[in-house]
């Protein structure tokens, strides 16, 4: 068990929320929560919940048995200890886990489905920045922003942009989405302003349900052919490990661009590197498999590839966005109302 440093907060029996305050343990990995946590929202989840803001769980095998005895909400993050059997018998009291972050498939197990516990997650406030960057992605992407940023350093002076930018621009393109998910769904939100004509597959989404989204339903191989930019919003799941696999690859048209901010493993990193080596499409890469490219990796000095070590999510001064959505669900559970953002176990199989 680890100390938050002292004179963070401290809870006080003074504050009352409108309901019953449940007795709510902190669940995470290392020195995140000072950050997650920080700006009042550590305050504010004290006012709400009987938790003890001194004390945050990193193994509960390492944990007093006395505080997991007496727990009824756990408030998890990034790198909390996984939920087995074994733990959630040395907490017979709890009731729910609320995940002030986006997947819950590293510690939320089949025992927890079992005892009926609920289950929040944040990742609908995770999908807002993804959705962010997706979209400056597209825009920058059409608009060939890297190669611009790189002819003007090399030459120092005015060059001549009609040439280099024929056929370039973010006017009547087409932009493909791959995955109907919480972040597919906001990017096609944010490019409805745009002159963009937008392509979706996912086997899920029927065309009553594509219609209300504004969007084209096709099949993987014609989003790939006809789409100028491919983003992908798939889950991570057996069936789409390697879903762009060379095959597929191929059929993405010259001078196009392949957008990953989903999980590595969608895309198969052998074939991807070699067609970006080939020069003929483009990448902006922000996940990849492995997780850490070897550091003798083409793709760290290509110059049609935007590399970024899985920064679309959230970050910095994002994570309060995940950290008072997560405190409203332990709100709502005081209060004795129904999760806003409660997570099923039939869910899993469509989200990262």
């Known amino acids: 068990m680890m100390l938050v440093p002292e004179g963070t907060v401290l809870n ?10 449940p007795v709510t343990v902190l669940a995470m990995g290392g020195e995140i929560h000072r950050t997650l946590l920080a700006g009042g929202a550590l305050e504010r989840l004290g006012h709400i919940a009987a938790v003890d803001t001194s004390l945050l769980v990193t193994d509960y095998a390492a944990a007093d048995p006395a505080v997991l005895a007496g727990t009824e909400v756990l408030f998890t993050h990034w790198g909390s200890p996984q939920l087995t ?9 709890l009731r729910a886990v609320v995940h002030a972050a986006g997947s819950i498939k590293h510690h939320v197990t089949e025992a927890v489905w079992e005892r009926g516990i609920a289950v929040s997650s944040a990742a ?20 060939r922003v890297l190669g611009a940023a790189r002819r003007y350093r090399e030459t120092r002076g005015p060059f001549d942009l009609f040439p280099h930018f024929a056929g370039q621009g973010n ?7 791959v995955g109907a998910s919480r972040i597919g769904r906001r990017v096609i939100e944010l490019l409805r302003p745009f002159d963009l004509e937008v392509l979706l597959h996912d ?6 349900d594509a219609a209300a989204l504004g969007v084209e339903c096709v099949g993987l191989d014609e989003l790939v052919r006809r789409s100028h930019v491919v983003s992908i919003h798939a ?12 095959r597929l690859l191929a059929l993405m048209a010259d001078g196009s661009t392949l957008i990953n901010t989903a999980r590595g ?9 070699e067609e970006l080596v080939s020069g003929r499409i483009h990448g902006v890469i922000d996940v990849t498999d492995p997780d850490h490219l070897p550091s003798d990796s083409p793709l760290y000095n290509l110059p049609n590839v935007l590399l970024t070590p899985h920064i679309a999510g959230s970050l910095g001064n994002e994570l309060g ?12 559970y005081a209060q004795g109302a129904p999760f806003a953002y409660g997570v099923g176990p039939d869910e899993l199989n469509r989200s990262a």
């Open 265 to 273: 493993s969608l895309v198969d990193t052998r074939a991807l590197t």
């Open 235 to 246: 889950p991570e799941l057996p069936e789409t490990r390697h879903m762009f696999d060379a």
């Open 321 to 332: 966005r995940m950290a008072h959505w997560a405190i409203d669900e332990v709100e709502r």
């Open 124 to 143: 609908a406030a995770n999908a807002l920045p993804v959705a962010e960057f997706t979209l400056a992605a597209i825009l920058f992407a059409n608009k």
């Open 85 to 93: 059997d074994e733990v959630l018998r040395l907490m017979p009291r």
């Open 12 to 21: 006080s029996s003074d504050r009352t929320p409108a309901g019953p305050r």
């Open 171 to 177: 006017y009547l393109r087409t932009i493909g989405i």
């Open 203 to 208: 086997p899920y989404v029927d065309k009553e």
